[in-house]
């Protein structure tokens, strides 16, 4: 992706979300803009309206970390939109490199047995790019139907915005999709010359109206805990809490864990659900599973 573009929008789009009130200006006279103008930025961050109007024009080239830290200040960005500002600024101050397709790397063996200690809870891996690449056998039934998507690799923005049955499965749906699309737009940024990852983000523009408008608003995310809602075809509705943590000696990586309190109606479909994927039918391998060789296609 064009490094100028993405900086020029996304600074655009944060400045317009603040409202001088906002940023304890006043707002007398009439604005033409929506948001803060360029002046009114450039004096809050404490840099030269010339300079901040040529940041704005997508030239993070050589910026400082406190120049970095001051503009984040001023447009009031919070912990994710800071670090996809400094990953722009990293980007802009490298050589460009052409895109680059990966090698796709199994999961190591020592990460696999982790997953599958965790009987009781669901628990996956993924990339940056979304794709699952290893589950528990409690992930696997859960997510079951993303691996019933033919699509390969089995991945989480591409079910979501593309299979016609996820609103059945996610039952909220369009935060799901908000979520996805910051996750890839923060990964963008991180790793922006990531072929597979331009691919996937060229596919759901492509076929997508829904991720055209998420992508548009330049919004980013990390995404470290929260509540995931399904209403799953074997047990019903599902409530969980989860905790997603970066691998650190798998940079890039990040499992991802889901629980329920005991005693709950989600903790007691949780064991439904692992009685009913017991009783499965396991004889013939499953090429829908995570653990297949096809996840890596």
Do not use: C
């Amino acid at each position: 992706m064009d490094n100028r573009s993405e900086v020029r929008e996304f600074l655009t789009s944060r400045r317009a979300k603040i409202t001088p009130q906002q940023a304890g200006l006043p707002a007398a006279g009439h604005r033409r803009v929506k948001g803060l103008r360029r002046e009114e930025v450039a004096m809050l961050a404490g840099v030269s309206a010339e300079y901040y109007a040529r940041m704005e024009r997508g030239n993070l080239s050589g910026t400082s970390e406190a120049v970095l830290d001051s503009l984040a200040r001023a447009l009031q960005l919070d912990e994710s939109e800071r670090a996809h500002l400094v990953d722009l600024a990293r980007t802009a101050s490298t050589t460009r490199r052409p895109a680059r397709r990966r090698t796709a790397q199994p999961i190591r063996p020592g990460l696999q047995q982790l997953l599958d200690a965790m009987t009781d809870a669901p628990a996956f891996i993924r990339n940056g790019r979304l794709d699952v690449l290893a589950t528990n056998r409690l992930g696997e039934a859960l997510y079951r139907p993303l691996f019933q998507d033919p699509a390969r690799p089995v991945n989480m923005a591409r079910y979501q915005f593309l299979n016609p049955n996820a609103d059945q499965y996610m039952t909220e749906l369009d935060a799901q999709r908000a979520s996805a699309a910051a996750l890839l737009r923060t990964e963008a940024g991180r790793d922006p010359y990531n072929r597979e990852l331009s691919d996937l983000i060229g596919e759901l523009s492509t076929r997508s109206e829904a991720f055209r408008t998420l992508w548009a608003a330049h919004n980013v995310r990390l995404h470290h805990t929260g509540v995931k809602r399904f209403h799953h075809p074997a047990v019903g509705d599902l409530t969980l809490a989860f905790e997603a943590l970066p691998i650190p000696t798998d940079p890039g990586l990040t499992l991802t864990a889901l629980s329920a309190e005991p005693g709950t109606p989600a903790h007691d479909a949780l064991r439904l659900l692992a009685t009913w994927y017991a009783t499965l039918d396991k004889d013939e391998p499953d090429a829908s599973s995570p653990n297949s060789t096809e996840r890596y296609s």
